[in-house]
């Protein structure tokens, strides 16, 4: 079986330019044509946990290959079945034994509904598996966040919108909750691989908090932070063709078997690429 590379290359960013000469684009979700779009993700996170003068990192790595097949679910939203076909993960610290996963941990698609701008409504999760499933395969995260949040209507260039979402899953051995609120601002045309894209940057605020099982121990974390980066969108298929978020979020973790809080920064990396 192929398996991906860990870490995307930057996507390369040709030219850009001021507006469409095929006039505004219009950014809402429908089926987009072809109504089967596959994704390649590649995430990594560096954690870095402090107690006192102490400290330790860690590192996660993930590149799974996802499979989004689109259908009409009402007039007002699109269903949307993704199905894992790759993953090759890594979790690694200085004080376990490094974890590995594969596409094995996930049994069944994960089932949502998309409205026109973007707002998700979960309609079946997978079920995950040991043992480092919940730390880089979510569901819920796939049906809330894969998907940049979209005006709705036709955009110029200039033209910016704000996004919300917030969730609450439980997912293997840990509970997270997320909000996350985004801007956006459509930014003109740019070309890759001599194709036109609509480029959108995109910045915002983002908290989340988890508490579970890790490594056998109990465990509690809130942080809080940025994300920024930016998203193309293929105006022709009328779906997302690529997108790169950087996140930077610090808050605390404590777990069962000591006495103190521990300082927590996690920094990530998110890419996803279209390649069908």
Request: hydrophobic share 45%; proline share 7%.
């Amino acid at each position: 079986m192929r398996r991906w590379p860990l870490l995307l290359p930057l996507l390369p960013l040709l030219a850009a330019c001021a507006g469409s000469g095929a006039g505004p684009p219009m950014l809402a979700y429908h089926v987009p044509a072809p109504p089967v779009v596959d994704y390649l993700v590649g995430d990594t996170s560096w954690v870095d946990v402090k107690a006192v003068d102490q400290g330790f990192e860690l590192g996660m790595a993930a590149s799974a290959r996802w499979r989004m097949e689109f259908v009409d679910a009402d007039a007002d939203h699109v269903q949307v079945t993704a199905t894992l076909a790759e993953l090759a993960a890594r979790v690694a610290n200085p004080v376990t034994t490094a974890q590995t996963a594969d596409e094995s941990v996930l049994s069944g698609p994960v089932v949502f509904t998309l409205d026109p701008q973007g707002q998700a409504s979960l309609v079946r999760l997978p079920t995950l598996s040991p043992p480092a499933a919940f730390q880089v395969v979510s569901g819920a995260k796939i049906a809330h966040t894969f998907f940049p949040g979209l005006p709705g209507r036709v955009v110029s260039v200039g033209d910016g919108w704000v996004d919300t979402v917030s969730y609450a899953t439980q997912e293997g051995a840990a509970g997270t909750t997320v909000r996350m609120v985004m801007s956006y601002t459509a930014v003109g045309d740019t070309v890759v691989g001599r194709a036109n894209y609509l480029l959108v940057r995109t910045k915002g605020t983002s908290e989340q908090s988890a508490a579970g099982v890790i490594s056998k121990t109990d465990f509690s974390q809130t942080v809080a932070g940025t994300t920024e980066g930016y998203f193309l969108w293929d105006s022709v298929a009328g779906i997302l063709h690529s997108l790169e978020y950087r996140s930077d979020l610090r808050g605390t973790m404590q777990l069962a078997a000591l006495p103190v809080p521990l300082d927590v920064r996690i920094r990530t990396t998110l890419r996803v690429m279209r390649t069908d």
